[in-house]
């Protein structure tokens, strides 16, 4: 008979894919602790609360963005979308893009895609029993393996327009790896009346409580590391896709429709840029 605690231990780590190393931070994990998950470890919750030190309030830019996530769902489903590719999709949580899509028009698919082997893990999970969407494990740096993928060829259609969203997830790219050049690859691959919906972290309004988090995730060992760029440099990932009303605003003040969508704490509504852009 195992002891209480062996069986607690099963318990506690049986989900843990074993390339997983539980003594650094990974940015999903954390991520989903600061939107109330539980698929993280201690580093994850002594990172974010080392983060909520600095920037009171980070879980309501996390919850902020999130709505946008919806919103624009909403949005681009309203202009005829019916698929959709999600890049660093993250670990499920509550209003996956599925689900919010799905709930409007059941004939939605949508391509999950994450380098998190825990956000793949819990996704697969999620997505047993639905035939209309998959995740992908893969890096967003290697738009080959994502757009070749048999499971995107399989659910996305490239002759017909497509919600590609690439939300809180192009600042974990450094300059080095050309973030503009691959959104151009991306963006090549869509269908004229695709729209294409951005979220990323700035400090255009935030300079030195963002400097800080910045130190923070660095001296995290994180694997992943915080880029945050400014306004011209983030319009810059749309390409010659037309940005649709308010533009690239805060995502908070990007069409918000009730008191969710928005911080209490001003200085969290600006700390996230939010965009949707359409292909001419
Ligand atoms: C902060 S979460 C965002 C989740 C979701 N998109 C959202 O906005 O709520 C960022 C996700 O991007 C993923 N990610 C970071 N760099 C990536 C890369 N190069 N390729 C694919 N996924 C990446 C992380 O693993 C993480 O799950």
Redesign the pocket.
Known sequence: MPSIEGVFAVVQTEWIPPSVDISVP???RT?DFLLGGAHNFAVDRALAEQVERVMPDARSAARV??AF?GRVVRHMIGQGVTQFL??????P?VANVHEVAQAVDPRCRVVY????PI?VAHSELMLADNDHAAIVH????DPAAILGHPETRRLIDFDQPVGL?V???LH??PDEADPWGLMATYRDALAPGSHLAI?HVTADQQDERLTDVTDLIKDSRSA?QLTERSHDQVLALFGDFELVEPGLVGCAAWRPGGPGDISDTPEMNMVIYGGVARKP
């Open positions: 990974s940015m999903a991520y963005n999130r996530l999600d890049i660093g999709s993250g670990i949580t895609v994450d380098k998190d956000a893969a890096d967003m740096r969203l939300l809180m997830m974990w790219v979220t992943d």
